[in-house]
């Protein structure tokens, strides 16, 4: 189990530097969803279903929603 724990936590972090560091909003916001998955698994490893349930339903259900279509009402502008 604290293998389980161990790549959780690394690929936690790696998400977390990969959100800060790409430049793609699109990008951004699926790897956001990831993150927020793999907190609701690690809440749930740590007995903490409620929070589980909320950080799924909010943190990458309704967050991803709402940042996507955000996203989608804006206009993709070109470097020159």
Known sequence: MPIL????????????????????????????????????????QLNAPDIALTEAAMGAGVTTLLMMVVISKTKRGEEK
Request: aromatic letters at 12%.
């Open 5 to 44: 724990h161990f790549m959780l936590l690394t690929f936690l972090v790696v998400c977390a530097i990969a959100v800060s560091r790409i430049k793609d909003l699109l990008s951004a916001v699926i790897i956001f969803a990831a993150y927020s998955l793999i907190m609701a698994i690690i809440w749930q």
